[in-house]
């Protein structure tokens, strides 16, 4: 047998052994270990990513962001040392539960529950999709690893271990370094507010928000799949009010709604120079709406020496548009 084939062999009676070892981890007994460093990795809440880089015997403190609203897991992309792929399974991962003490850069010795194993095999890469709680929508492909289980946080922190799994191997692999970049994996919604102000200032009065024509509750924000929405705010007190909006991904949205009372309202477009009444009071601004009691009402207008008079019967929540246009025809006569 060649010096190759006794390498070959060689590592596949190692991995057996470390398959083995890491099997009979894997019943949950509290251990005790001492680690060459801790290195925190904090995942950023912006989408970005943090980067660090660890040794075979370092652990990694994932770091999660105080507002996980939107974030159901997060993704390792680790970049494998030439040396450790080169003796495959030689160098392996492990998440822990119940760490004690908290995990911190000047701690080196921990105790904790081993809970889930895993091995770089002799890829230069791996992508880890670890889900945040059980009920995720992390979708499985075939360029990452999706975790089946869901660790422990504590404090917002996550602790992984790397450690060798395998005996006789190079020296040169308690050397190698692991750059190891996390990001967050975020839930396909955005959240979406509505702040309504009441036209006098006040107390807003009761009112039903519609959402692509189903009625919400709004009253805590309401999570939205991104895209365009519609929106009517519907209210016995005010004028109904519609709205569109984009909602996007893991960002919050609010739609600000300015009420207008439910007393009917008359708009007037008239040319410069035309003098408006309306129930004989002279409107001197005629570019604002003008509000009106319900019932009936007469618009006047005044061109020099020519009056026109309307009526309206008005009635709540109803808008009057008053349309002046003055024409001018020309015709030819032989």
Not at 84 to 105: K, N, T
Not at 256 to 263: A, D, K, P, W
Request: net charge neutral; hydrophobic share 35%; charged share 20%.
């Amino acid at each position: 047998m060649d010096l190759e084939s006794t390498r070959e062999s060689y590592k596949k009676k190692l991995t057996i052994f470390a398959i083995l070892f890491f099997l009979s981890s894997a019943v949950a007994f509290s251990e005790q270990f001492r680690v060459h460093k801790s290195v925190s990795l904090p995942i950023s809440r912006s989408g970005s990513k943090n980067t660090v880089s660890v040794g075979v015997n370092d652990c990694i403190v994932i770091e999660l962001p105080s507002d996980m609203e939107f974030i159901e897991g997060v993704e390792l992309q680790f970049k494998v040392p030439k040396e450790v792929a080169a003796w495959r399974d030689s160098v392996a991962y492990s998440f822990y539960d119940g760490i004690v003490p908290e995990p911190s850069s000047s701690i080196i010795d921990y105790n904790g529950i081993r809970r889930t194993t895993g091995t770089f095999g002799s890829s230069l890469s791996l992508t880890l999709k670890i889900p945040l709680k059980r009920n995720h929508t992390i979708k499985k492909d075939a360029y990452s690893t999706l975790m089946s289980s869901v660790p422990e946080v504590v404090n917002g922190k996550i602790f992984l271990r790397m450690q060798l799994a395998m005996k006789g191997t190079s020296d040169d692999l308690y050397s190698a370094q692991f750059q190891v970049s996390g990001r967050p994996l975020f839930i396909n919604k955005g959240k979406l507010f509505v702040q309504p102000t009441d036209p006098d200032k006040g107390d807003v009065k009761p009112y039903t928000v519609y959402i692509d024509g189903s009625q919400t509750d709004v009253s805590n924000g309401v999570l939205l799949t991104p895209g365009i929405h519609n929106i009517n705010l519907v209210s016995d007190y005010y004028r109904n009010e519609f709205r569109t909006v984009t909602v996007e991904q893991a960002k919050r949205h609010t739609v600000n709604v300015e009420f207008q009372s439910i007393e009917p309202m008359v708009r007037i477009a008239a040319p410069e120079g035309i003098q408006v009444y309306l129930d004989e009071t002279y409107v001197p601004n005629i570019t604002s709406p003008v509000f009106v009691s319900q019932g009936e009402h007469q618009i006047k207008l005044v061109i020099g020496d020519y009056e026109m008079v309307r009526s309206i019967s008005a009635l709540k929540g109803r808008t009057y548009n008053v349309s002046v246009n003055i024409n001018a025809t020309i015709t030819e006569e032989e």
